[in-house]
């Protein structure tokens, strides 16, 4: 009977082996050996948008040499109405300049310290394979530069960051931003694309306080954020922020979370999400109503408008969205639709 049972085991367990290999070889055979793409010799220096604006899409380019230039630059700018912040930033916005390039290309990355700022800094981009993702690379100091090169290895939706000492105080006070890397091919065409990346402020003022606040680190090291916002401030995405689309377009969010603590519950009111990227991978998952978004962490998520009116984006941690900031809208436009949606 042992003897039975024990031929039984080494024989399912020579099944099992037989069929990884198996699998492990079909799921090579289906994969592209992205350290063996070359690139056309061909170069370019992107042109780099302010958020929510994204550059083109890749399409299906070859892949090249794509010169990237960064600047971090310290400045004071406004949170809140009336609200204050010395923001640290990469290209002087919150979030920083949104990068684009296609698995395979060979990336220059400058990294420029402007010399008025007061502190050093780097960038850690989860797209680098390779030590501390090029924070080792780029420290730089007031009025210096470094640059580093990678290849793209693995397609994807990236959070990018500064990761000097003390790494959460650099995050909080606004160094973030996001790197897409297509596939090849490049994604499929939308209508319109834009960029969120939702943050945690920490001031020592309340929510609404007037005037320039100050960043507080026991509050931070706590995790209570006074604000919780899009794209660096509570107005980014309303008013002339309020992002725009047409009824019957196809709409594409990059959706980043800079942290450094607070993890997003991304929601538009009155949509669905047609397609989640999940965790900006590859996978897809369909027909999501609210997608959760960790600190260093991105999602892309597309759907269609069908029906004009206002949407509301919110971290649907609902406080923090009518209490703390985290709210914008999406104005679409264009003929009603009663077949979809009807008020009598």
Known sequence: MRKSLFITAVLAALIQTNSCKQNDSK????????????????SETQKLVA????PNPIGDRAARKVIVKLETIEKTGELADGTQYHFWTFNGTVPGSFIRARVGDDIELHLKNNENNTFPHNIDLHAVNGPGGGAEATFVAPGTEKV???????????????ATAPVGMHIANGMYGLILIEPEGGLPKVDREYYIMQGDF???GKFGDKGLQE?????AIAEHPEYVVFNGNTGALLGDGELQAKVGETVRFFVGNGGPNLTSSFHVIGEIF???????????????QTTVIPPGGASIVEFKATVPGEYVIVDHAIFRAFNKGALGKLKVTGPENPAVYKKN
């Open 27 to 42: 799921i090579a055979e289906g994969q592209t050996d992205t350290e063996k793409i070359a690139t056309d010799g061909s």
């Open 215 to 219: 960043f507080d680190m026991d509050k």
């Open 202 to 204: 920490y001031t020592k």
């Open 274 to 288: 047609d397609k989640v990227y999940i965790e900006g991978g590859s996978k897809i998952n369909d027909n999501v």
């Open 148 to 162: 580093f090169n990678f290849k793209a290895l693995n397609p994807g939706l990236y959070v990018y960051h500064c």
């Open 51 to 54: 958020p929510p604006n994204v």
